[in-house]
């Protein structure tokens, strides 16, 4: 139980850490090139139909099953040559829409009634369905608080709703000393609707929070602690229908572009800028010990 605030802080931020901080990450399948950290340009169909494949791909494909309870399972899987994970997660709910989910994981008003760890959630440019934020939020102790800048993208498609980003860099939100920059290599929801006005919900996440943050706790974070985070997102989608109405119930500019409150991008500009290397965080920031606890269950000898 003492690890219940630095695990559920962990997935919020949705990791499942890579071993390198400053490599770039390369996902590719069938010839077709993912984002590459730091790339910035609009999403081509090629981007949602990669990340769509790995929401659906066959578990058969090095997938392990690591939790599978109530209808939620997740598995996680090796990449490369990362001693960390990647991790997806699946359940079908029938009484909340993809539609309504699709919202809340855009809405930023709503994610600060929800979410008590965030400090700063900031759209900062959008360009058609891309948009660019800064994100900072609050870590217990001994973790440093974390910040992150992603782009973000999204497409609606028939009864499909995806939505992901990946981290790149913006000149208002250089590296700050008061937080540990984390790095998000792919992350996001493949929403299917279904027949009966459910939700076929699908997720995957590749992301490093950097620091000290020992690969026990990510790994364990990635893939115990997901059920805890989607029983809050599912209540939270339940809740967003009565709040909405109360809060812009017409403010939906991720559905109506023409809505934006924020600048069009300067692609010429954003296309150009990399990922500032990041310096390593200094020995014994964070204590938290490389060697798990006697209570955190392990699988033969690994998570």
Sequence with gaps: KQFAPLVRML???????????????????????????????????????????????????????????????????????????????HIEVNDVSAATLYDVLHDAEYRTVWDDHVITDDDLCVFGNNSIGYYSMKCPPPLKNRDFINQRCWRVQDNEYIIFNHSVHHEKYPPNKSFVRGLSYMTGFLLIATPTGGCDINYVTHSDPRGHVPMWLLNFAATKLVPKVAKQLYRVAKDYPTWKLNNQPHYKPWLYPEQWKIPTADLATLMSSTIPELPPEPEGFEDLSDVPPDNVELQNGTF
């Design 11 to 89: 997935v919020l931020c949705k990791i499942a850490s890579l071993n390198s901080t400053v490599s770039v990450l390369m996902a590719s399948s069938g010839g077709q090139e993912f984002f590459q950290v730091g790339e910035i340009r609009p999403a081509r169909d090629s981007d949602f139909e990669y990340f769509k494949s790995l929401a659906r791909e066959d578990v058969k494909h090095g997938w392990k099953k690591k939790f599978d309870k109530n209808g939620l399972i997740v598995w996680n899987k090796d990449v490369g040559k990362s001693t960390a994970k990647m991790v997806k997660a």
